[in-house]
């Protein structure tokens, strides 16, 4: 029967209720209308995958006028801009070399975030194909069944007139019962008026038995027919029934493998997001660190000019007095010269680490 057909349980709403729903939730979140315009902006760009515009904006937002958008919009691509450029700053490094740099992991950065997106799209395409295609099963199986019930009404019909057709045949058995009864009864009143009519009677009452026989070895045939018919009948019903339910399991297997796929993809993206996040710490480190050297390397050159001045304010009076005293006084005041290689020792270290930055 169809109401014996399980509902079907894979609808799944579509984007434009999903984003309707997100939508209202941020309506009551914000109620200043910039900042609602700047989290719908995130909201399409990010969780939906589409390039928001004004008219796109105000037709689901609906509030203040047609430039609030438009402004809105431009910071927000400005903002995302500043946002996904890399800075590689360091005093070694060109200017053009630095901006090539950040533009190249930037770049990086998008193509990786668009492949997992195409894929999760992809994933989805499949996933709905597939739903589809079930969704056609168990309506071509929902088709097969309702005219497998219409052959049974047919068959059942045919089964209840072969039923009245029994129960007439039962009627003619009683009636010729009782009209042999009537015979017998006639022949025994007039066996002895004629002899030959007893003869011919016999006859009658044989033709008769052998007719009554053949109409019961009919209806007996009948009922057989009708039984075999019935059991083919619900055989018919229960194999479809096994298949619906076999094409709903499918269906549901295929929904959760795609919800499997969905949440390997949305923590790959999450690990990449990561991984960039530890990449922009450690430059920052490595900024940090350089920026010390740099200070300690000033500090000591400070230091040496210093030592300088006090030597050579020292050294006057001796050059004057006594010549031999110069060489002392010129090597005690380049003693302070292999501190210069500090600054130098540290560069190929932040090196080191930028170029772990990159593999990372």
């Known amino acids: ?23 209202d939730r941020l309506k009551a979140a914000f109620p200043n209308t910039r900042e609602l315009y700047r989290e719908v902006c995130a909201l399409l760009f990010f969780r939906y995958g589409q390039a928001p515009t004004a008219n796109r904006l105000y037709q689901l937002v609906r509030r203040g006028s047609m430039g609030t958008p438009a402004a809105v919009l431009g910071e927000f691509w400005a903002e995302l801009r500043e946002k996904s450029r890399v800075r590689i700053e360091h005093p070694d490094l060109p200017a053009d070399l630095g901006a090539a740099a950040g533009e190249l992991v930037a770049t990086l950065w998008t193509r990786a975030t668009a492949s997992a997106q195409a894929e999760l799209e992809a994933l989805r395409a499949e996933v709905e194909a597939r739903r589809a295609e079930a969704e056609q099963r168990v309506a071509a199986a929902r088709g097969e069944l309702e005219r497998t019930e219409t052959a049974l009404e047919q068959r059942t019909a045919a089964l209840l007139a072969a039923q009245v057709e029994v129960r007439e045949l039962g009627k003619a058995q009683a009636e010729g019962h009782a009209a042999r009864q009537a015979l017998d009864t006639e022949i025994a009143r007039l066996k002895a008026e004629a002899a030959a009519r007893d ?21 007996e045939r009948a009922e057989e027919r009708l039984r075999a018919s019935e059991k083919r009948a619900l055989l018919e019903i229960e194999r ?30 999450e690990a990449l997001q990561a991984q960039l996040g530890d990449a922009r710490h450690q430059a920052g480190v490595l900024q940090g660190r350089l920026d010390a050297v740099q200070a300690t390397n000033v500090t000591m050159r400070q230091q040496l000019a210093a030592r300088r001045d006090v030597d050579d304010r020292a050294g006057r009076p001796v050059r004057a007095k006594a010549a031999p005293a110069r060489p002392t006084v010129t090597r005690s005041a380049r003693t302070p010269g292999p501190a210069r290689k500090v600054p130098v020792a540290s560069v190929p270290s932040s090196k080191t680490a930028a170029r772990r930055k990159k593999r990372g």
């Open 240 to 269: 479809e029934r096994r298949a619906v339910a076999k094409l709903q399991k499918e269906n549901d297997e295929a929904t959760k493998r795609a919800d499997r796929r969905d949440a390997d993809h949305r923590r790959a993206v």
């Open 1 to 23: 029967m169809p109401g014996d057909l399980p509902a079907d349980s894979s609808h799944v709403p579509s984007d434009d209720a999903r984003l309707a729903a997100d939508i």
């Open 199 to 219: 003869r011919e009677l016999e006859k009658v009452r044989q033709g008769f038995s052998r007719d009554l026989d053949k109409l019961r070895e009919a209806a």
